[in-house]
């Protein structure tokens, strides 16, 4: 399989071989158009967007219309700035069937563009079915930002300050951390936070306890894992 060929050849960063692999591919196989979508994808990744919209537009014409051709797509276009039409590529990539990570992603071009309605909307659908996770995980603070700039302003803050470990501002920072938890329990970072603190305080077993709910929270979190 030419294509799957090239697929690991562009994987592996070795872009030459990958491009002269699915060059090689005529009009008439049956690869054609997986062939002209993966070109699009890596011309994309590579911030070549005259390639890329040329292979996109063969790829659309031999019929393909995975998420993944859609979403390189919107990114490169969010990579340039261009947010109305990233968030189009974007939810064109969700129609067909694409991860929640591309949600994150439409939300963020719709923040960056000015719609902080929509991009709440989008935060919320996506918060709906992913609970857990590192994608989840980065909707949940993106909302916090949202709906609340200030108390992630003084999140922040204190999460500098527990890791200060100066005994003066360990009260602060946990009520803090506390208050953002009254927002929104299910906020890593918070939950993070009081373990930093605990641990500060050589209270093991408290930090654990919460070092374990990030964990419950976003299984892997390398942070949380290290501490």
Do not use: C
């Not at 603070?141 to 949202?146: C, D, E, I, K, Y």
């Not at 108390?151 to 470990?165: F, I, P, S, T």
């Not at 602060?172 to 938890?181: I, K, P």
């Not at 906020?187 to 603190?197: K, N, P, S, T």
């Amino acid at each position: 399989d030419v294509v799957r060929l090239a697929e690991l050849y562009a994987n592996a960063g070795a872009v030459a071989p990958a491009l002269a692999h699915l060059r090689r591919i005529a009009a008439t196989s049956a690869a054609y158009g997986a062939a002209q979508e993966l070109l699009a994808i890596v011309a994309f990744q590579r911030g070549d967007l005259g390639a890329g919209e040329e292979a996109f537009a063969r790829a659309i014409a031999a019929g393909s219309v995975s998420w993944e051709l859609h979403a390189s797509h919107g990114a490169a276009r969010h990579a340039k700035g261009e947010t109305a039409m990233a968030a189009a590529r974007y939810r064109d990539a969700i129609a067909a069937g694409g991860p929640a990570a591309v949600r994150l992603n439409l939300a963020r071009v719709l923040l960056a563009a000015g719609d902080r309605m929509a991009a709440r909307a989008e935060l919320e659908t996506l918060l709906a079915t992913e609970r857990t996770g590192e994608v989840a995980s980065h909707a949940r603070r993106l909302r916090l930002g949202l709906g609340a700039p200030d108390l992630e302003r003084d999140l922040e803050r204190a999460g500098q300050a527990a890791l200060a470990g100066e005994v003066a501002g360990l009260d602060e920072a946990q009520a803090v951390f506390d208050r953002t938890l009254g927002t929104d329990p299910d906020l890593w970072e918070a939950h993070f936070g009081l373990g930093i603190v605990a641990r500060q305080r050589a209270d093991g077993r408290a930090a654990e306890r919460a070092f374990r709910r990030v964990l419950e929270l976003w299984p892997d979190q390398p942070d949380a894992l290290h501490e």
